[in-house]
Every structure is written in C-alpha cells, then in structure tokens.
C-alpha cells in the first residue's frame, strides 16, 4: 500500500511540476502584454502577483501537508500552484476582437459598453460598437481591424500608449448618467505614433436602447448640456 502510494505522489509530482513550470512561462510571456497601472508597467504588477501566490501556495501547501501525510510537500505545491496559475491566467485572459470598420473609415473607434447579448463589431459610420460587459471588462489586447471590403488595417492602428492600446473613457452625460468606451484611432496614413481628429458627440451619436449607462465618479464634472436618455 505504501509503495503505490509513493508511486502515485511520484507522477503526481511529475505531472504537475510539469503543468507548473509551463503555466508560468505562459504567465510571463503574457505578463510582457498586459497593460500597466498609472506609474508601473503590467509586468512588473503581474510579477508581483505571481510572487504573492508562490508564497500564499507555500503557506497552504505546509497546512495541507499536515492533513495529507503521505503526500509529500512539493506535490501539494506544485498542484495548488497549477490551480493557482490557471485562475491567474483566466483574470489575466483578453478576447482578440475582430472589428470591421466601413471602407475608407479614418478617426476614433468607440466601443461601447452595453447591454447587447452578443458584441456588434462591425461599427457604424461614426466608429461606434458595442460590447457586452464582459468582453468590456475582458478586453486589452489589441485587436484585428479590418475594412468591409476585408482589407486589414494594422498598420494605421493608433493605441492610447505604448504599453496600453486602448484608452478607456467616460462620458458625461446623459440623464446625468455616463457612457464607457474603450477606443482607438485608425490613422490617415501608416504607422503613425499619434494624429489628431475632432471629438464626437457620443452621447448624441450612440443608440441609447443598447447602453449601459453608469453614475458619474465624484471626480467627474457634469456639463450643462445633457442629453435625455429618451431621445
């Protein structure tokens, strides 16, 4: 009985320091994608991360160890560090939209979030979309853009930074209520750092039915021109 145990522990031991070693490698090429915070880049927060549950999986690795006795420490590691690394890598998942866009279409895109039970992509004449609210909250990476005709427009893509490719924003207001979008710019011309286009009225231009529209923060301003949610 005690050998088969020990043969057990051993190819759990096997399979699992396996599992953990390439779902961290996966955590840190991704860490080098994710958007960063205001002053720290994203793998610098997402590598502090991964050290809080090295330790926290030590920590319960030792008290479980206490209730497992003939499982010895490094398989309970390495099987609450796998747990660990695949919720991890579940948080850190972003879908890659697939957006078209009309022919010739230069400016912002806004996606918008909403209340649709699945995303409209295909943005209309003034570069809105819409998005469910979990891809809102999902999304970060960037995305494919192509034209209605299928040309792809990679290259005339324009991120909010660096390190962060699309900008999210609020806007205010509409029956005193704001609208969040993540956005971006298509470019006149290739690879292009940053291009200036005027602002549009989203909350005149967006279909009020499908929004889901949220309260203002106390840092945020509301104009004197609203917009009814009726019209």
Request: hydrophobic share 45%; net charge positive; charged share 20%.
């Amino acid at each position: 009985m005690l050998a088969v145990i020990i043969m057990i522990d051993r190819k759990l031991k096997i399979i699992f320091g396996i599992l953990t070693v390439g779902l961290l490698t996966a955590l840190l090429i991704k860490l080098t994608k994710i958007p960063g915070g205001m002053i720290l880049p994203g793998w610098f927060l997402g590598g502090m991360i991964i050290i809080e549950i090295i330790i926290g999986c030590l920590i319960l690795s030792g008290i479980l160890r206490l209730i497992f006795k003939r499982i010895s420490f490094l398989t309970l590691l390495f099987i609450t560090t796998t747990i660990s690394f695949l919720i991890f890598h579940y948080q850190l998942y972003s879908p890659t939209l697939t957006i078209v866009v009309p022919n010739g279409y230069r400016g912002e895109i806004n996606l918008v979030l909403s209340n649709v039970d699945d995303n409209i992509l295909t943005v209309d004449s003034n570069g809105i979309g819409y998005l469910t609210q979990w891809t809102f909250n999902k999304t970060y990476s960037r995305p494919i853009v192509k034209q209605a005709d299928g040309r792809n427009l990679d290259e005339y893509l324009i991120g909010f930074d660096p390190s962060t490719f699309f900008g999210k924003g609020k806007i205010c207001c509409v029956g005193k209520l704001q609208i969040q979008s993540l956005s971006f710019t298509i470019g006149t011309k290739p690879h292009l750092e940053d291009e200036y286009f005027e602002s549009k009225n989203l909350p005149e231009l967006v279909d009020k039915k499908k929004i889901i529209f949220t309260k203002p923060d106390k840092y945020m301003k509301i104009g004197e021109m609203e917009v009814e949610i009726g019209r």
